[in-house]
């Protein structure tokens, strides 16, 4: 069955520490992206790429890197200069190149230890 | 102004009633308009779009724009407490550029 799968579904970051959120799609879906979600604050967007080798900040991409080496895989790091990573972390794609209706993956909670 | 706005919520609906959820939006050239629903602890999942004015039905699911006073609504028909989740209003800015969601509206159909 074709769809996104992101792992791990919970993780456990320790002060200081990079950790790696990994996202793969085998929709053959050109674009993919990455948004956090608070709660009470809705989702918002991290970083996006709509083609291999290529991405853009979000809204809050400070504190974190992506890579797009694969259209198949856009893992995202979250940095140790990123002071509040406790969110609940969704991976995205769509077919287009434009934001159109977007497929979500089942979501990493990250948490600080 | 934030560029998406919902009512938070709840809103608690008898079972059988119709629900209605609001959004409004500030950027006057959006594109296209989204409703996506997330139960606790999931990943949201769209379960309508709009482009045009005017209704769009679906099932028990209609959605309604009107661009000129920049809202676009959710109404839900025949509520069921399985329809019990948060829904979140998408809007995609001009030139395609971004989604921008809203903080969500907590839907509760009482039994």
């Known amino acids: 069955d074709g769809g996104i799968t992101q792992s791990p579904k919970y993780l456990f970051r320790k002060e200081g520490q990079n950790v790696t959120l990994s996202c793969e799609q085998n929709?053959?879906?050109?674009?993919m992206y990455w948004y956090r979600q608070d709660p009470g604050q809705g989702l918002r967007l991290i970083y996006y790429?709509?083609?291999?080798?290529?991405?853009q900040k979000g809204d809050i991409a400070e504190g974190y890197s992506v890579s797009r080496e694969k259209k198949e895989s856009f893992p995202l790091t979250v940095t140790s200069a990123q002071k509040n990573p406790t969110a609940f972390y969704l991976c995205?794609?769509?077919?287009?190149?434009?934001?159109?209706?977007?497929?979500f993956g089942s979501g990493t909670q990250l948490s600080v230890l | 102004q934030k560029e998406v706005e919902q009512n938070s919520g709840p809103l608690s609906v008898p079972e059988g009633a119709i629900a209605s959820l609001n959004c409004t939006y500030s950027?006057?050239?959006?594109?296209?308009f989204f409703w996506y629903r997330q139960y606790s602890g999931k990943s949201p999942e769209l379960i309508m779009f709009?482009?045009?004015?005017g209704d769009k039905e679906d099932g028990r699911f209609t959605a309604q724009l009107n661009k000129a006073s920049q809202y676009v609504s959710l109404l839900i028909r025949d509520s069921q407490p399985s329809d019990s989740a948060t829904y979140l209003c998408?809007?995609?800015?001009?030139?395609?550029?971004?989604?921008?969601f809203g903080i969500g509206t907590k839907l509760q159909v009482i039994p």
């Open positions: 995205a794609s769509s077919t287009g190149t434009g934001f159109e209706k977007l497929f």
């Open positions: 950027d006057r050239g959006s594109q296209s």
């Open positions: 790429s709509q083609i291999v080798n290529d991405f």
């Open positions: 998408a809007v995609l800015t001009r030139g395609y550029q971004k989604v921008t």
């Open positions: 929709l053959n879906h050109d674009a």
């Open positions: 709009i482009y045009s004015n």
